[in-house]
């Protein structure tokens, strides 16, 4: 849809218009016997009559048949311009924790983290301070941080249920640096793309260039990082090669012409809607092509730059910078093919192909919004939440790994692994043990290297030994998981399981000793 129009909701998806599915074939199929009674009405000839009628009952009914099952996710998404700030204590509000239907997906976009020199190479060395608030909220939740990617304050987080890692592969990142003429990272690009059950999606964190002139330099910038960022792979080397593109970030478009006191009085009275038709990424998707194939959601929220901090209020400084939306969040379906010359029936984010997608997509935006509780920042965070239907190209995990008999850190343990489907596996692979609660790939008690010097066969049952000085002396609930380091993702989880207190917690008075029921 386009962003000016007024619905709570905006929809796309990557299905032709004869292959859709769910609500959107019901309600292309409510259009066709529409057309159907116009005929009845209008048309004076039997037979003319006779023949448009028999070919919309048949557009209708192979709609009906087309209908393909599919399951719907939940996507939680998050730019913000920290400006430096450290993060606030709680994140539970901009995360929305207790949403219902619950969160799949989170991806945060952050943008100006503190990236002076010593605080980025400690950064390097261990996660920064926001990667930390944020792993430490969503980890107890049951969210994995799937990836990162970091260029100089540009931060892109992704998190995933647990339960969802396996069907999460060939994970990759990449930057594209614009500020200085492409020499200095304060501008410029983040991105991370992946399969999820199949489909290939793509989340591009930007922070373009500023001030209220430079609408063309934002303009070019976005379009040098779609045309360059290279994923160094084959089913989708770059960004526009994806299914579903998120771009977001803090874009920097400001709101031209109008003056300091028009501005303030429409946002006051909540008449935001005069704004929009001088908002420059509104103008300027009228004019450039690529920019017409992203949608983004009307924008009914207060523009969320520039404030005083830890206030509502806008800029009172000498600069009195005007507000605007600079923080957005766009999505792009990709097309199945160019849209015919003078065809506006279809929009350029849905596909015009007349063959069937085997494994279709619809994204629905159901949110976009600020968050004007935070103050920490001259910027409000910006929220955009999505349901994404998708019928799953697989469902099998790449790998089945698990524990075997008892495990404690009594005796040496045992766990199998069975590859049971075929990919490109590597003797650097991995299994890492996890306590349940997580936070990352990383993030494990202890790891075996998987069988060395020969892949495995598929269905081949293979046992690993793990030191029993490797496992924890303190019982708990663990799993294992199958790290791949070619597509850089776990592939293979086990069900979680016990790990009993060993003996020698209670030697080395880790537990008190327990002595006919009672403690000692």
């Known amino acids: 849809m386009d962003l000016w129009t007024d619905s709570p909701r905006a929809r796309s998806d990557s299905m032709s218009s004869s292959a859709s599915q769910g609500s959107r074939s019901k309600t292309v199929l409510r259009q066709r016997l529409s057309q159907l009674m116009t005929c009845i009405e209008d048309l004076s000839s039997d037979d003319e009559a006779s023949e448009e009628v028999s070919r919309t009952l048949d557009e209708a009914f192979q709609l009906c048949g087309r209908f393909i099952p599919c399951d719907t996710f939940r996507l939680h998404m998050v730019t913000w311009n920290v400006a430096t700030a450290e993060p606030p204590e709680d994140v539970t509000s901009l995360l929305q924790l207790d949403v219902q239907p619950p969160t799949d997906l989170y991806v945060i976009g952050l943008q100006e983290v503190n990236a002076t020199p010593v605080r980025f190479i400690s950064d390097l060395i261990v996660e920064d301070s926001w990667s930390h608030v944020f792993m430490d909220t969503l980890a107890p939740r049951g969210f994995v941080k799937v990836t990162s990617v970091r260029m100089q304050g540009l931060l892109l987080l992704v998190f995933a249920k647990q ?12 930057y594209t640096r614009t500020g200085i ?9 983040v991105s991370v793309r992946f399969s999820f059950y199949g489909h290939l999606v793509c989340f591009l964190n930007c922070h373009l260039a500023a001030h209220m002139n430079y609408a063309l330099q934002r303009v070019d910038e976005f379009e040098h990082i779609l045309e360059t960022q290279d994923f160094d792979i084959e089913d989708a080397p770059q960004i526009r090669d994806h299914k579903v593109v998120f771009c977001f ?57 520039k404030f005083d901090r830890n206030s509502d209020t806008y800029d009172t400084s000498g600069k009195k910078r005007k507000p605007a939306w600079t923080d957005r969040i766009l999505w792009r379906i990709k097309p199945k093919s160019l849209p015919s010359e003078g065809d506006d029936d279809e929009k350029a984010s849905t596909s015009t192909d007349d063959g069937q997608d085997e494994c279709p997509i619809l994204v629905t935006q159901d949110k976009y919004t600020s968050d004007m509780s935070y103050g920490v920042s001259d910027h409000k965070p910006v929220i955009a939440t999505f349901s994404v239907e998708l019928k799953k190209g697989f469902d099998t995990a790449l790998v089945h790994v698990s524990p075997v008999g008892v495990w404690s850190a009594d005796q040496d343990a045992l766990l199998t692994y069975t590859v049971q489907e075929d990919f490109m596996s590597s003797t650097w692979d991995w299994i890492g043990l996890y306590k349940v609660g997580f936070k990352s790939a990383t993030d494990y008690e202890t790891f075996v290297w998987v069988r060395e010097g020969e892949l495995p066969e598929t269905n081949e049952v293979i046992q690993i030994s793990v030191d029993k000085d490797e496992i924890p002396l303190l019982g708990g609930q663990y799993v294992l998981g199958y790290y791949s380091t070619n597509m850089q993702s776990i592939i293979g989880l086990s069900s979680s399981f016990q790990i009993l207190e060993s ?18």
Request: aromatic share 12%; proline share 5%; no cysteine.
């Open 163 to 174: 339960v969802h890692l396996p069907y999460i592969r060939n994970i990759r990142t990449t």
């Open 181 to 189: 003429y492409g020499y200095w990272g304060n501008k410029g690009g």
């Open 249 to 305: 970030g803090d874009l920097n478009f400001r709101i031209a012409d109008h003056g300091l006191h028009f501005l303030r009085s429409s946002i006051n009275s909540g008449r935001l809607n005069l704004l929009w038709d001088k908002d420059q990424l509104i103008m300027m998707r009228k004019k450039e092509p690529f920019l017409q194939e992203f949608e983004e959601g009307p924008l009914n929220f207060k523009p969320t730059y």
């Open 503 to 520: 003996k020698r917690a209670v030697m080395e008075g880790l537990v008190p000793e327990d002595v006919n029921g009672l403690n000692k």
